[in-house]
């Protein structure tokens, strides 16, 4: 099944495979999210393109996947997938905006 959705700005586009009671899920995340700098505390905008791979398993799950990242769901809900993504994004430590880049991060007062 061919996937094309978009939460905030973020668009996840690929492909969803239903094997047994799991799905895999295979694509591309891409979009602009709003995001907060680590150093200064401004928003700006950070872009996104990444390649994904989400295996959908029904909880309680406790086993590992080298190639895909576990997602626990009782059914596929892509919505709450992009949700999730959007949150781990805006609290990346890696949110530095382009003043803060080239500045030291721990400088003495």
């Given at each position: 099944?061919?996937?094309?959705?978009?939460?905030?700005?973020?668009?996840?586009?690929?492909?969803?495979?239903?094997?047994?009671?799991?799905?895999?899920?295979?694509?591309?995340?891409?979009?602009?999210?709003?995001?907060?700098?680590?150093?200064?505390?401004?928003?700006?905008?950070?872009?996104?393109?990444?390649?994904?791979?989400?295996?959908?398993?029904?909880?309680?799950?406790?086993?590992?996947?080298?190639?895909?990242?576990?997602?626990?769901?009782?059914?596929l809900d892509i919505e709450e997938i992009l949700q999730?993504?959007?949150?781990?994004?805006?609290?990346?430590?890696?949110?530095?905006?382009?003043?803060?880049?080239?500045?030291?991060?721990?400088?003495?007062?």
């Amino acid at each position: 099944m061919n996937i094309h959705k978009t939460f905030e700005n973020l668009t996840l586009k690929g492909i969803s495979e239903k094997r047994n009671d799991e799905y895999f899920i295979t694509g591309t995340l891409e979009g602009e999210v709003e995001v907060e700098c680590v150093k200064c505390l401004t928003p700006f905008k950070k872009h996104i393109k990444e390649d994904v791979k989400f295996r959908i398993v029904k909880p309680p799950f406790n086993g590992f996947d080298k190639n895909y990242d576990i997602i626990e769901q009782e059914k596929l809900d892509i919505e709450e997938i992009l949700q999730s993504e959007v949150e781990s994004i805006k609290n990346s430590f890696d949110n530095i905006c382009s003043k803060c880049e080239k500045k030291e991060f721990n400088q003495e007062f």
